[in-house]
C-alpha cells in the first residue's frame, strides 16, 4: 500500500499466532502473530494491549477514530476501550504484543514515580518512537527464548518504563454527567451479575429509570458499543480468565452463557485470532 514505510515483504500465507506466557510478567499474555484474513469484530480487554508491527500493516478502529500502524508504530490500547483490527495491506501484517495487566503497569509507575500514581493511561494513537520499538521487540524475544531471565526481566522493566516516562499519563476526565455515568455502571453490572441469565433491554432500562431507546443510546455512547456486544465481550473476558486456569473448554463455554463449545470457539476466534483450546495450550 502506498504510503506504507520500506519493509521487508511478507510472504502471504495462512494465518498463524502464537499465545503464550511468562512468569516474569504474571498475569498477562504476550503473542506472536501474523495475519493476512483475520479481521478482529471489536471487542475489548481487561488488559492494556500493546502491540508492536513487525512488518505489513494494520488497520484499526479505536475511540471513533480509523488508524494505521505501520512497521515499527506500537498500536497501544488502553483497558476496557473498543477497538477492532484489520489488515492494511494486501500481504496481511506481522507483529508481537504485550497484553500486561493493570495490576503490572500500576506497580511499575508508582515504582518510577516514588508514589501511588494511579493507573497509567496510553495515547489514543499509534506510537512513532522508534528506540521504545526496539526496546520492546527485545524483551518480546528474550522472553519468547526464555533462554535468560535475568536479562529477560531487565529490558521488560526498561521497556516499560520508557513506555510509561515517554508516553503516559492521566485519563481525562469523562464528559459524562455523573447521573449517565452511574446509570451506564449500573447497567453493566446488572449485566456481569449472572452471564447466563437471559436479560431484556427493557429490564436494563427500567432498572435505570430509562425507555428502552434511551437507555440503548446512552450505554453506546458512553461504552463505544451496545449493551448486548459489550456482554458478549465480558462472556469473553470471563471465558479467558477460566480458560487460564485450565477450566475445560466446554465447561468454561456453559459457564459463561454460550450455547455450546462451539459458539464460544466461533466468537473467541474473532476476538483472539485463535481457538479457545489453542489459546489455553499456551
Not at 449472572?194 to 436494563?204: H, N
Request: aromatic share 8%.
Amino acid at each position: 500500500m502506498p504510503g506504507l514505510r520500506a519493509q521487508q515483504r511478507m510472504t502471504p500465507s495462512a494465518d498463524a499466532a502464537r499465545y503464550w506466557r511468562s512468569d516474569l510478567l504474571p498475569g498477562a499474555e504476550l503473542v506472536t502473530a501474523r495475519y493476512r484474513r483475520q479481521v478482529f469484530s471489536p471487542h475489548w480487554h481487561e488488559s492494556y494491549v500493546v502491540p508492536i508491527i513487525e512488518a505489513g500493516g494494520q488497520r484499526y478502529r479505536y475511540r471513533h477514530a480509523t488508524l494505521l500502524a505501520e512497521p515499527g508504530h506500537i498500536a497501544v490500547i488502553n483497558p476496557g476501550e473498543m477497538h477492532t483490527a484489520q489488515r492494511a495491506t494486501d500481504d496481511g501484517w506481522a507483529y508481537r504484543a504485550f497484553y500486561p495487566s493493570v495490576d503490572f503497569m500500576e506497580r511499575l509507575a508508582g515504582e518510577l514515580a516514588g508514589a501511588p500514581a494511579g493507573t497509567p493511561w496510553l495515547p489514543l494513537r499509534t506510537l512513532d518512537d522508534a528506540t521504545l520499538a526496539r526496546q520492546l521487540l527485545q524483551a518480546h524475544r528474550l522472553l519468547e527464548s526464555g533462554r535468560d531471565a535475568l536479562a529477560a526481566e531487565t529490558a521488560l522493566l526498561q521497556a516499560f518504563a520508557l513506555l510509561l516516562t515517554r508516553h503516559a499519563g492521566v485519563r481525562p476526565e469523562a464528559a459524562t454527567p455523573p447521573a449517565d455515568r452511574a446509570r451506564v455502571a449500573a447497567m453493566q453490572e446488572r449485566m456481569a451479575a449472572d452471564l447466563c441469565e437471559p436479560v431484556t433491554l427493557r429490564t436494563l432500562a427500567g432498572a435505570v429509570g430509562l425507555s428502552p431507546f434511551h437507555a440503548a443510546r446512552l450505554f453506546a455512547r458512553h461504552v463505544g458499543m451496545p449493551p448486548h456486544a459489550w456482554r458478549n465481550q465480558l462472556r469473553l473476558n470471563r471465558a479467558a480468565q477460566m480458560l487460564r486456569r485450565q477450566v475445560p473448554v466446554a465447561e468454561t463455554a456453559a459457564a459463561c452463557g454460550y450455547a455450546d463449545q462451539s459458539h464460544l470457539t466461533r466468537h473467541f476466534k474473532r476476538a483472539h485470532g485463535v481457538a479457545p483450546g489453542t489459546w489455553q495450550r499456551a
